[in-house]
């Protein structure tokens, strides 16, 4: 008989099966890989270690009236400790997420699987707003900096590398997000499928 086809997705064609003859039943896409993508998460990573590293080695300087230190953008503390936590943060979400790449496949339930990837959409979504939030405040902050402050221009690559890997990071995650609900669909069609095609009908 004819089973009735699914069109919520587009990924479902009408399909024929026979009662008689279960083997007939088509299989359902397996979702086995984990919520992220893997070169993604390796370039978010580094991007973040640029933006800490860069802002915590070289984005300091010293004040010519004394030992103290003082931020290179524009001597705004605010901007330096926004970038540094930032970064620091978001190289913690990637090693954590990467464990849950690992674990992934071992979760059989396809409605736990569908929550770590709803988490994985949220993250992704929040991580590309701060970054966007990093860039834009670093970019003001460099931008209205005193020359006078810096007339060795110490640490000006270092500044420029934070705000143009704070810049990509805002791709990352946001195509880290794309793609993480697209792989929620997949997620949706393997759950409605094995609602109407139960392991238990199969031999």
Known sequence: MVVSYFSKIGKYKEVKTDHKNPQDTPEAPLVESGPRHPQFQGRQKVFSIVVFGSIVNEGYL???????????????????????????????????????????????????RKKAVLSDIGVSAFWAFLWFVGFCFLANQWQVSKPKDNPMNEGTDAARAAITFSFFSIFTWSLTAALAVRRFKDLTFQEEYSTLFPASAQP
């Open 62 to 112: 010293n004040s010519n009236s004394g030992g103290e230190t003082f931020c290179i953008y524009n001597r705004n503390p605010s901007a330096c400790s926004y970038g540094v936590t930032v970064g620091v943060l978001a190289f913690l979400t990637c090693l954590l997420y990467l464990a849950l790449d690992v674990y992934f496949p071992q979760i059989s339930s396809v409605k736990d």
